[in-house]
């Protein structure tokens, strides 16, 4: 085989094989993670250490951007409410954000945790008093895009469930 011959030879295996991008990821351990992707096909790249929780709804939730949700009564009646997760730390699972009810004319600071599948909050204090009550405690169970839970109002004792979604 010429020279030549071994290099039209060269040149058509390349040719036959595609070229796939990669993305390289290079760990603070010194390991290379490599990934083929397009990059067209990429939509957004996000960093979630160490969480169980799914990812749409774990990104929603710790944007600052509002979730819809409603609330309703074990005794009857039904609030639509808008929440806002304001701080987090994902080291302690700590929480600070806001819930406003339209309907009550309220705004209330919350403050809880956001540990596995499991967001649990108070409502604290007033931003704006309306009809709202405070210490109302909420535990929702994460899923994908939505939760589902439970109230209690430890004022008079009433309670029902709730559920927010990610938009």
Request: glycine fraction near 12%; charge should be negative; avoid cysteine.
């Amino acid at each position: 085989m010429t020279r030549g011959t071994i290099a039209l030879l060269v040149i058509l295996l390349a040719a036959a094989v595609p070229a796939f991008p990669e993305m390289v990821i290079h760990t603070k351990d010194g390991r290379t993670i490599r990934v083929q992707v397009e990059a067209n096909e990429i939509a957004n790249i996000e960093f979630v250490s160490g969480s169980s929780l799914p990812v749409p709804i774990l990104s929603t939730l710790t944007s600052g951007k509002p979730l819809s949700g409603e609330a309703w009564g074990d005794a009857g009646g039904d609030w639509k409410f808008e929440m806002k997760i304001t701080s987090y730390n994902p080291s302690t699972g700590a929480i600070v954000g806001e819930i406003t009810w339209p309907s009550l004319s309220s705004v209330h600071r919350i403050r809880g945790s956001l540990a596995g599948t499991s967001l649990t909050f108070t409502e604290t204090e007033a931003i704006r008093a309306g009809g709202a009550h405070l210490n109302v405690a909420y535990t929702f169970t994460l899923g994908s895009t939505s939760a589902t839970g439970t109230w209690i109002d430890n004022g008079d004792k009433s309670h029902g469930g709730a559920k927010f979604s990610a938009p």
